[in-house]
T-cell receptor, first 111, second 114 residues
Framework: LAKTTQPISMDSYEGQEVNITCSHNNIATNDYITWYQQFPSQGPRFIIQGYKTKVTNEVASLFIPADRKSSTLSLPRVSLSDTAVYYCLSYSGAGSYQLTFGKGTKLSVIP | DTGVSQDPRHKITKRGQNVTFRCDPISEHNRLYWYRQTLGQGPEFLTYFQNEAQLEKSRLLSDRFSAERPKGSFSTLEIQRTEQGDSAMYLC????????????FGPGTRLTVT
């Protein structure tokens, strides 16, 4: 599975768009990129998954360029309730079902 | 759909004691996972079941740890002869093929070994 690297922390003001970038230089052909969100004292929650180009759902957008060596999670107009840890994970579509979490990015939204 | 539930939510035990945790996955989900999370770290995979079969185990899962999923429904994770290093949040998750990457996590059981 690809090793992912993301910033340890980020701050943003309420109402701004937040972009969290993750690098995964050794991503394999069968790997997908998945993002999870975790609030304190709760289990992680799935946000979005993608393979290439752009994916959008009601919560976020995920952009993965053609070389797939990085990805960017975009959160539109964040609010205080978006303060959480965001994990970028590679997920193999070829057999292993475990998720491999790193330390994640702690996003702090400031009023 | 009531989500994934775990019991107990908190457990304090003395070193050397055995503990058992229970996880009830989302009812139609055939895959169930156990993870462990320590402070400041992301969750670490421990083991995974498809129905009642335990298909994968991490090398983190020492022989003091055992997990079962009888009848392919709820699962239990037992830790024998607990050590202080076992103190962590134990998370359970479940998923349904083909979206096995979309895992639904429970609230976790926080274990403190004194």
């Amino acid at each position: 599975l690809a090793k992912t690297t993301q910033p340890i922390s980020m701050d943003s003001y309420e109402g701004q768009e937040v972009n969290i970038t993750c690098s995964h230089n050794n991503i394999a052909t069968n790997d997908y990129i998945t993002w999870y969100q975790q609030f304190p004292s709760q289990g992680p929650r799935f946000i979005i998954q993608g393979y290439k180009t752009k994916v959008t759902n009601e919560v976020a957008s995920l952009f993965i360029p053609a070389d797939r060596k990085s990805s960017t999670l975009s959160l539109p107009r964040v609010s205080l309730s978006d303060t959480a840890v965001y994990y970028c994970l590679s997920y193999s579509g070829a057999g292993s079902y475990q998720l491999t979490f790193g330390k994640g990015t702690k996003l702090s939204v400031i009023p | 759909d009531t989500g994934v539930s775990q019991d107990p939510r908190h457990k304090i035990t003395k070193r050397g004691q055995n503990v058992t945790f229970r996880c009830d996955p989302i009812s139609e989900h055939n895959r169930l996972y156990w993870y462990r999370q320590t402070l400041g770290q992301g969750p670490e995979f421990l083991t995974y079941f498809q129905n009642e079969a335990q298909l994968e185990k991490s090398r983190l899962l020492s022989d003091r740890f055992s997990a079962e999923r009888p009848k392919g429904s709820f699962s239990t994770l037992e830790i024998q002869r607990t050590e202080q290093g076992d103190s962590a949040m134990y998370l359970c998750a479940s998923s349904l093929a083909p979206r096995q990457y979309e895992q639904y996590f429970g609230p976790g059981t926080r274990l403190t070994v004194t």
